[in-house]
């Protein structure tokens, strides 16, 4: 099993910037797919961006592909979401998860095993 948490969140102007750092507990996250989601009020949690096992590749929803960038550090056992060019839309709980088999390409959330407590993000007009 692995532990996941999240930190990183905070509140920014719109066209600013945020990194979102996932860092693991009780396993390697080598061994796993890693994917960022968030959870707007009143909406459902979505898919923003995934991680292959080594890194190599990466995937994003289209609202925010060119602006956010995921990244693996496997020998920290830490993820990270690069956030910029940010706006007001962006704003919500971001929560990192992990897939234990490895699917590249993974959007749904339900296909994720274990998952972190989440780091708010919001965005100023």
């Known amino acids: 099993q692995v532990q996941l948490v999240e930190s990183g969140g905070g509140l920014v102007q719109a066209g600013g910037s945020l990194r979102l750092s996932c860092a693991a507990s009780?396993?390697?996250?080598?061994?796993?797919?890693m994917g960022w989601f968030r959870q707007a009020p009143g909406k459902e949690r979505e898919f923003v961006a995934g991680l292959s096992r080594s890194g190599g590749s990466t995937y994003y929803a289209d609202s925010v592909k060119g602006r956010f960038t995921i990244s693996r550090d496997n020998a920290k056992n830490t993820v990270y979401l690069q956030m910029n060019s940010l706006k007001p839309e962006d704003t919500a709980v971001y929560y990192c998860a992990a897939d234990f088999q490895g699917r590249i390409g993974e959007r749904r959330s339900i296909a994720y095993d274990y998952w972190g407590q989440g780091t708010q993000v919001t965005v100023s007009s």
């Open positions: 009780g396993r390697t996250l080598r061994m796993y797919a």
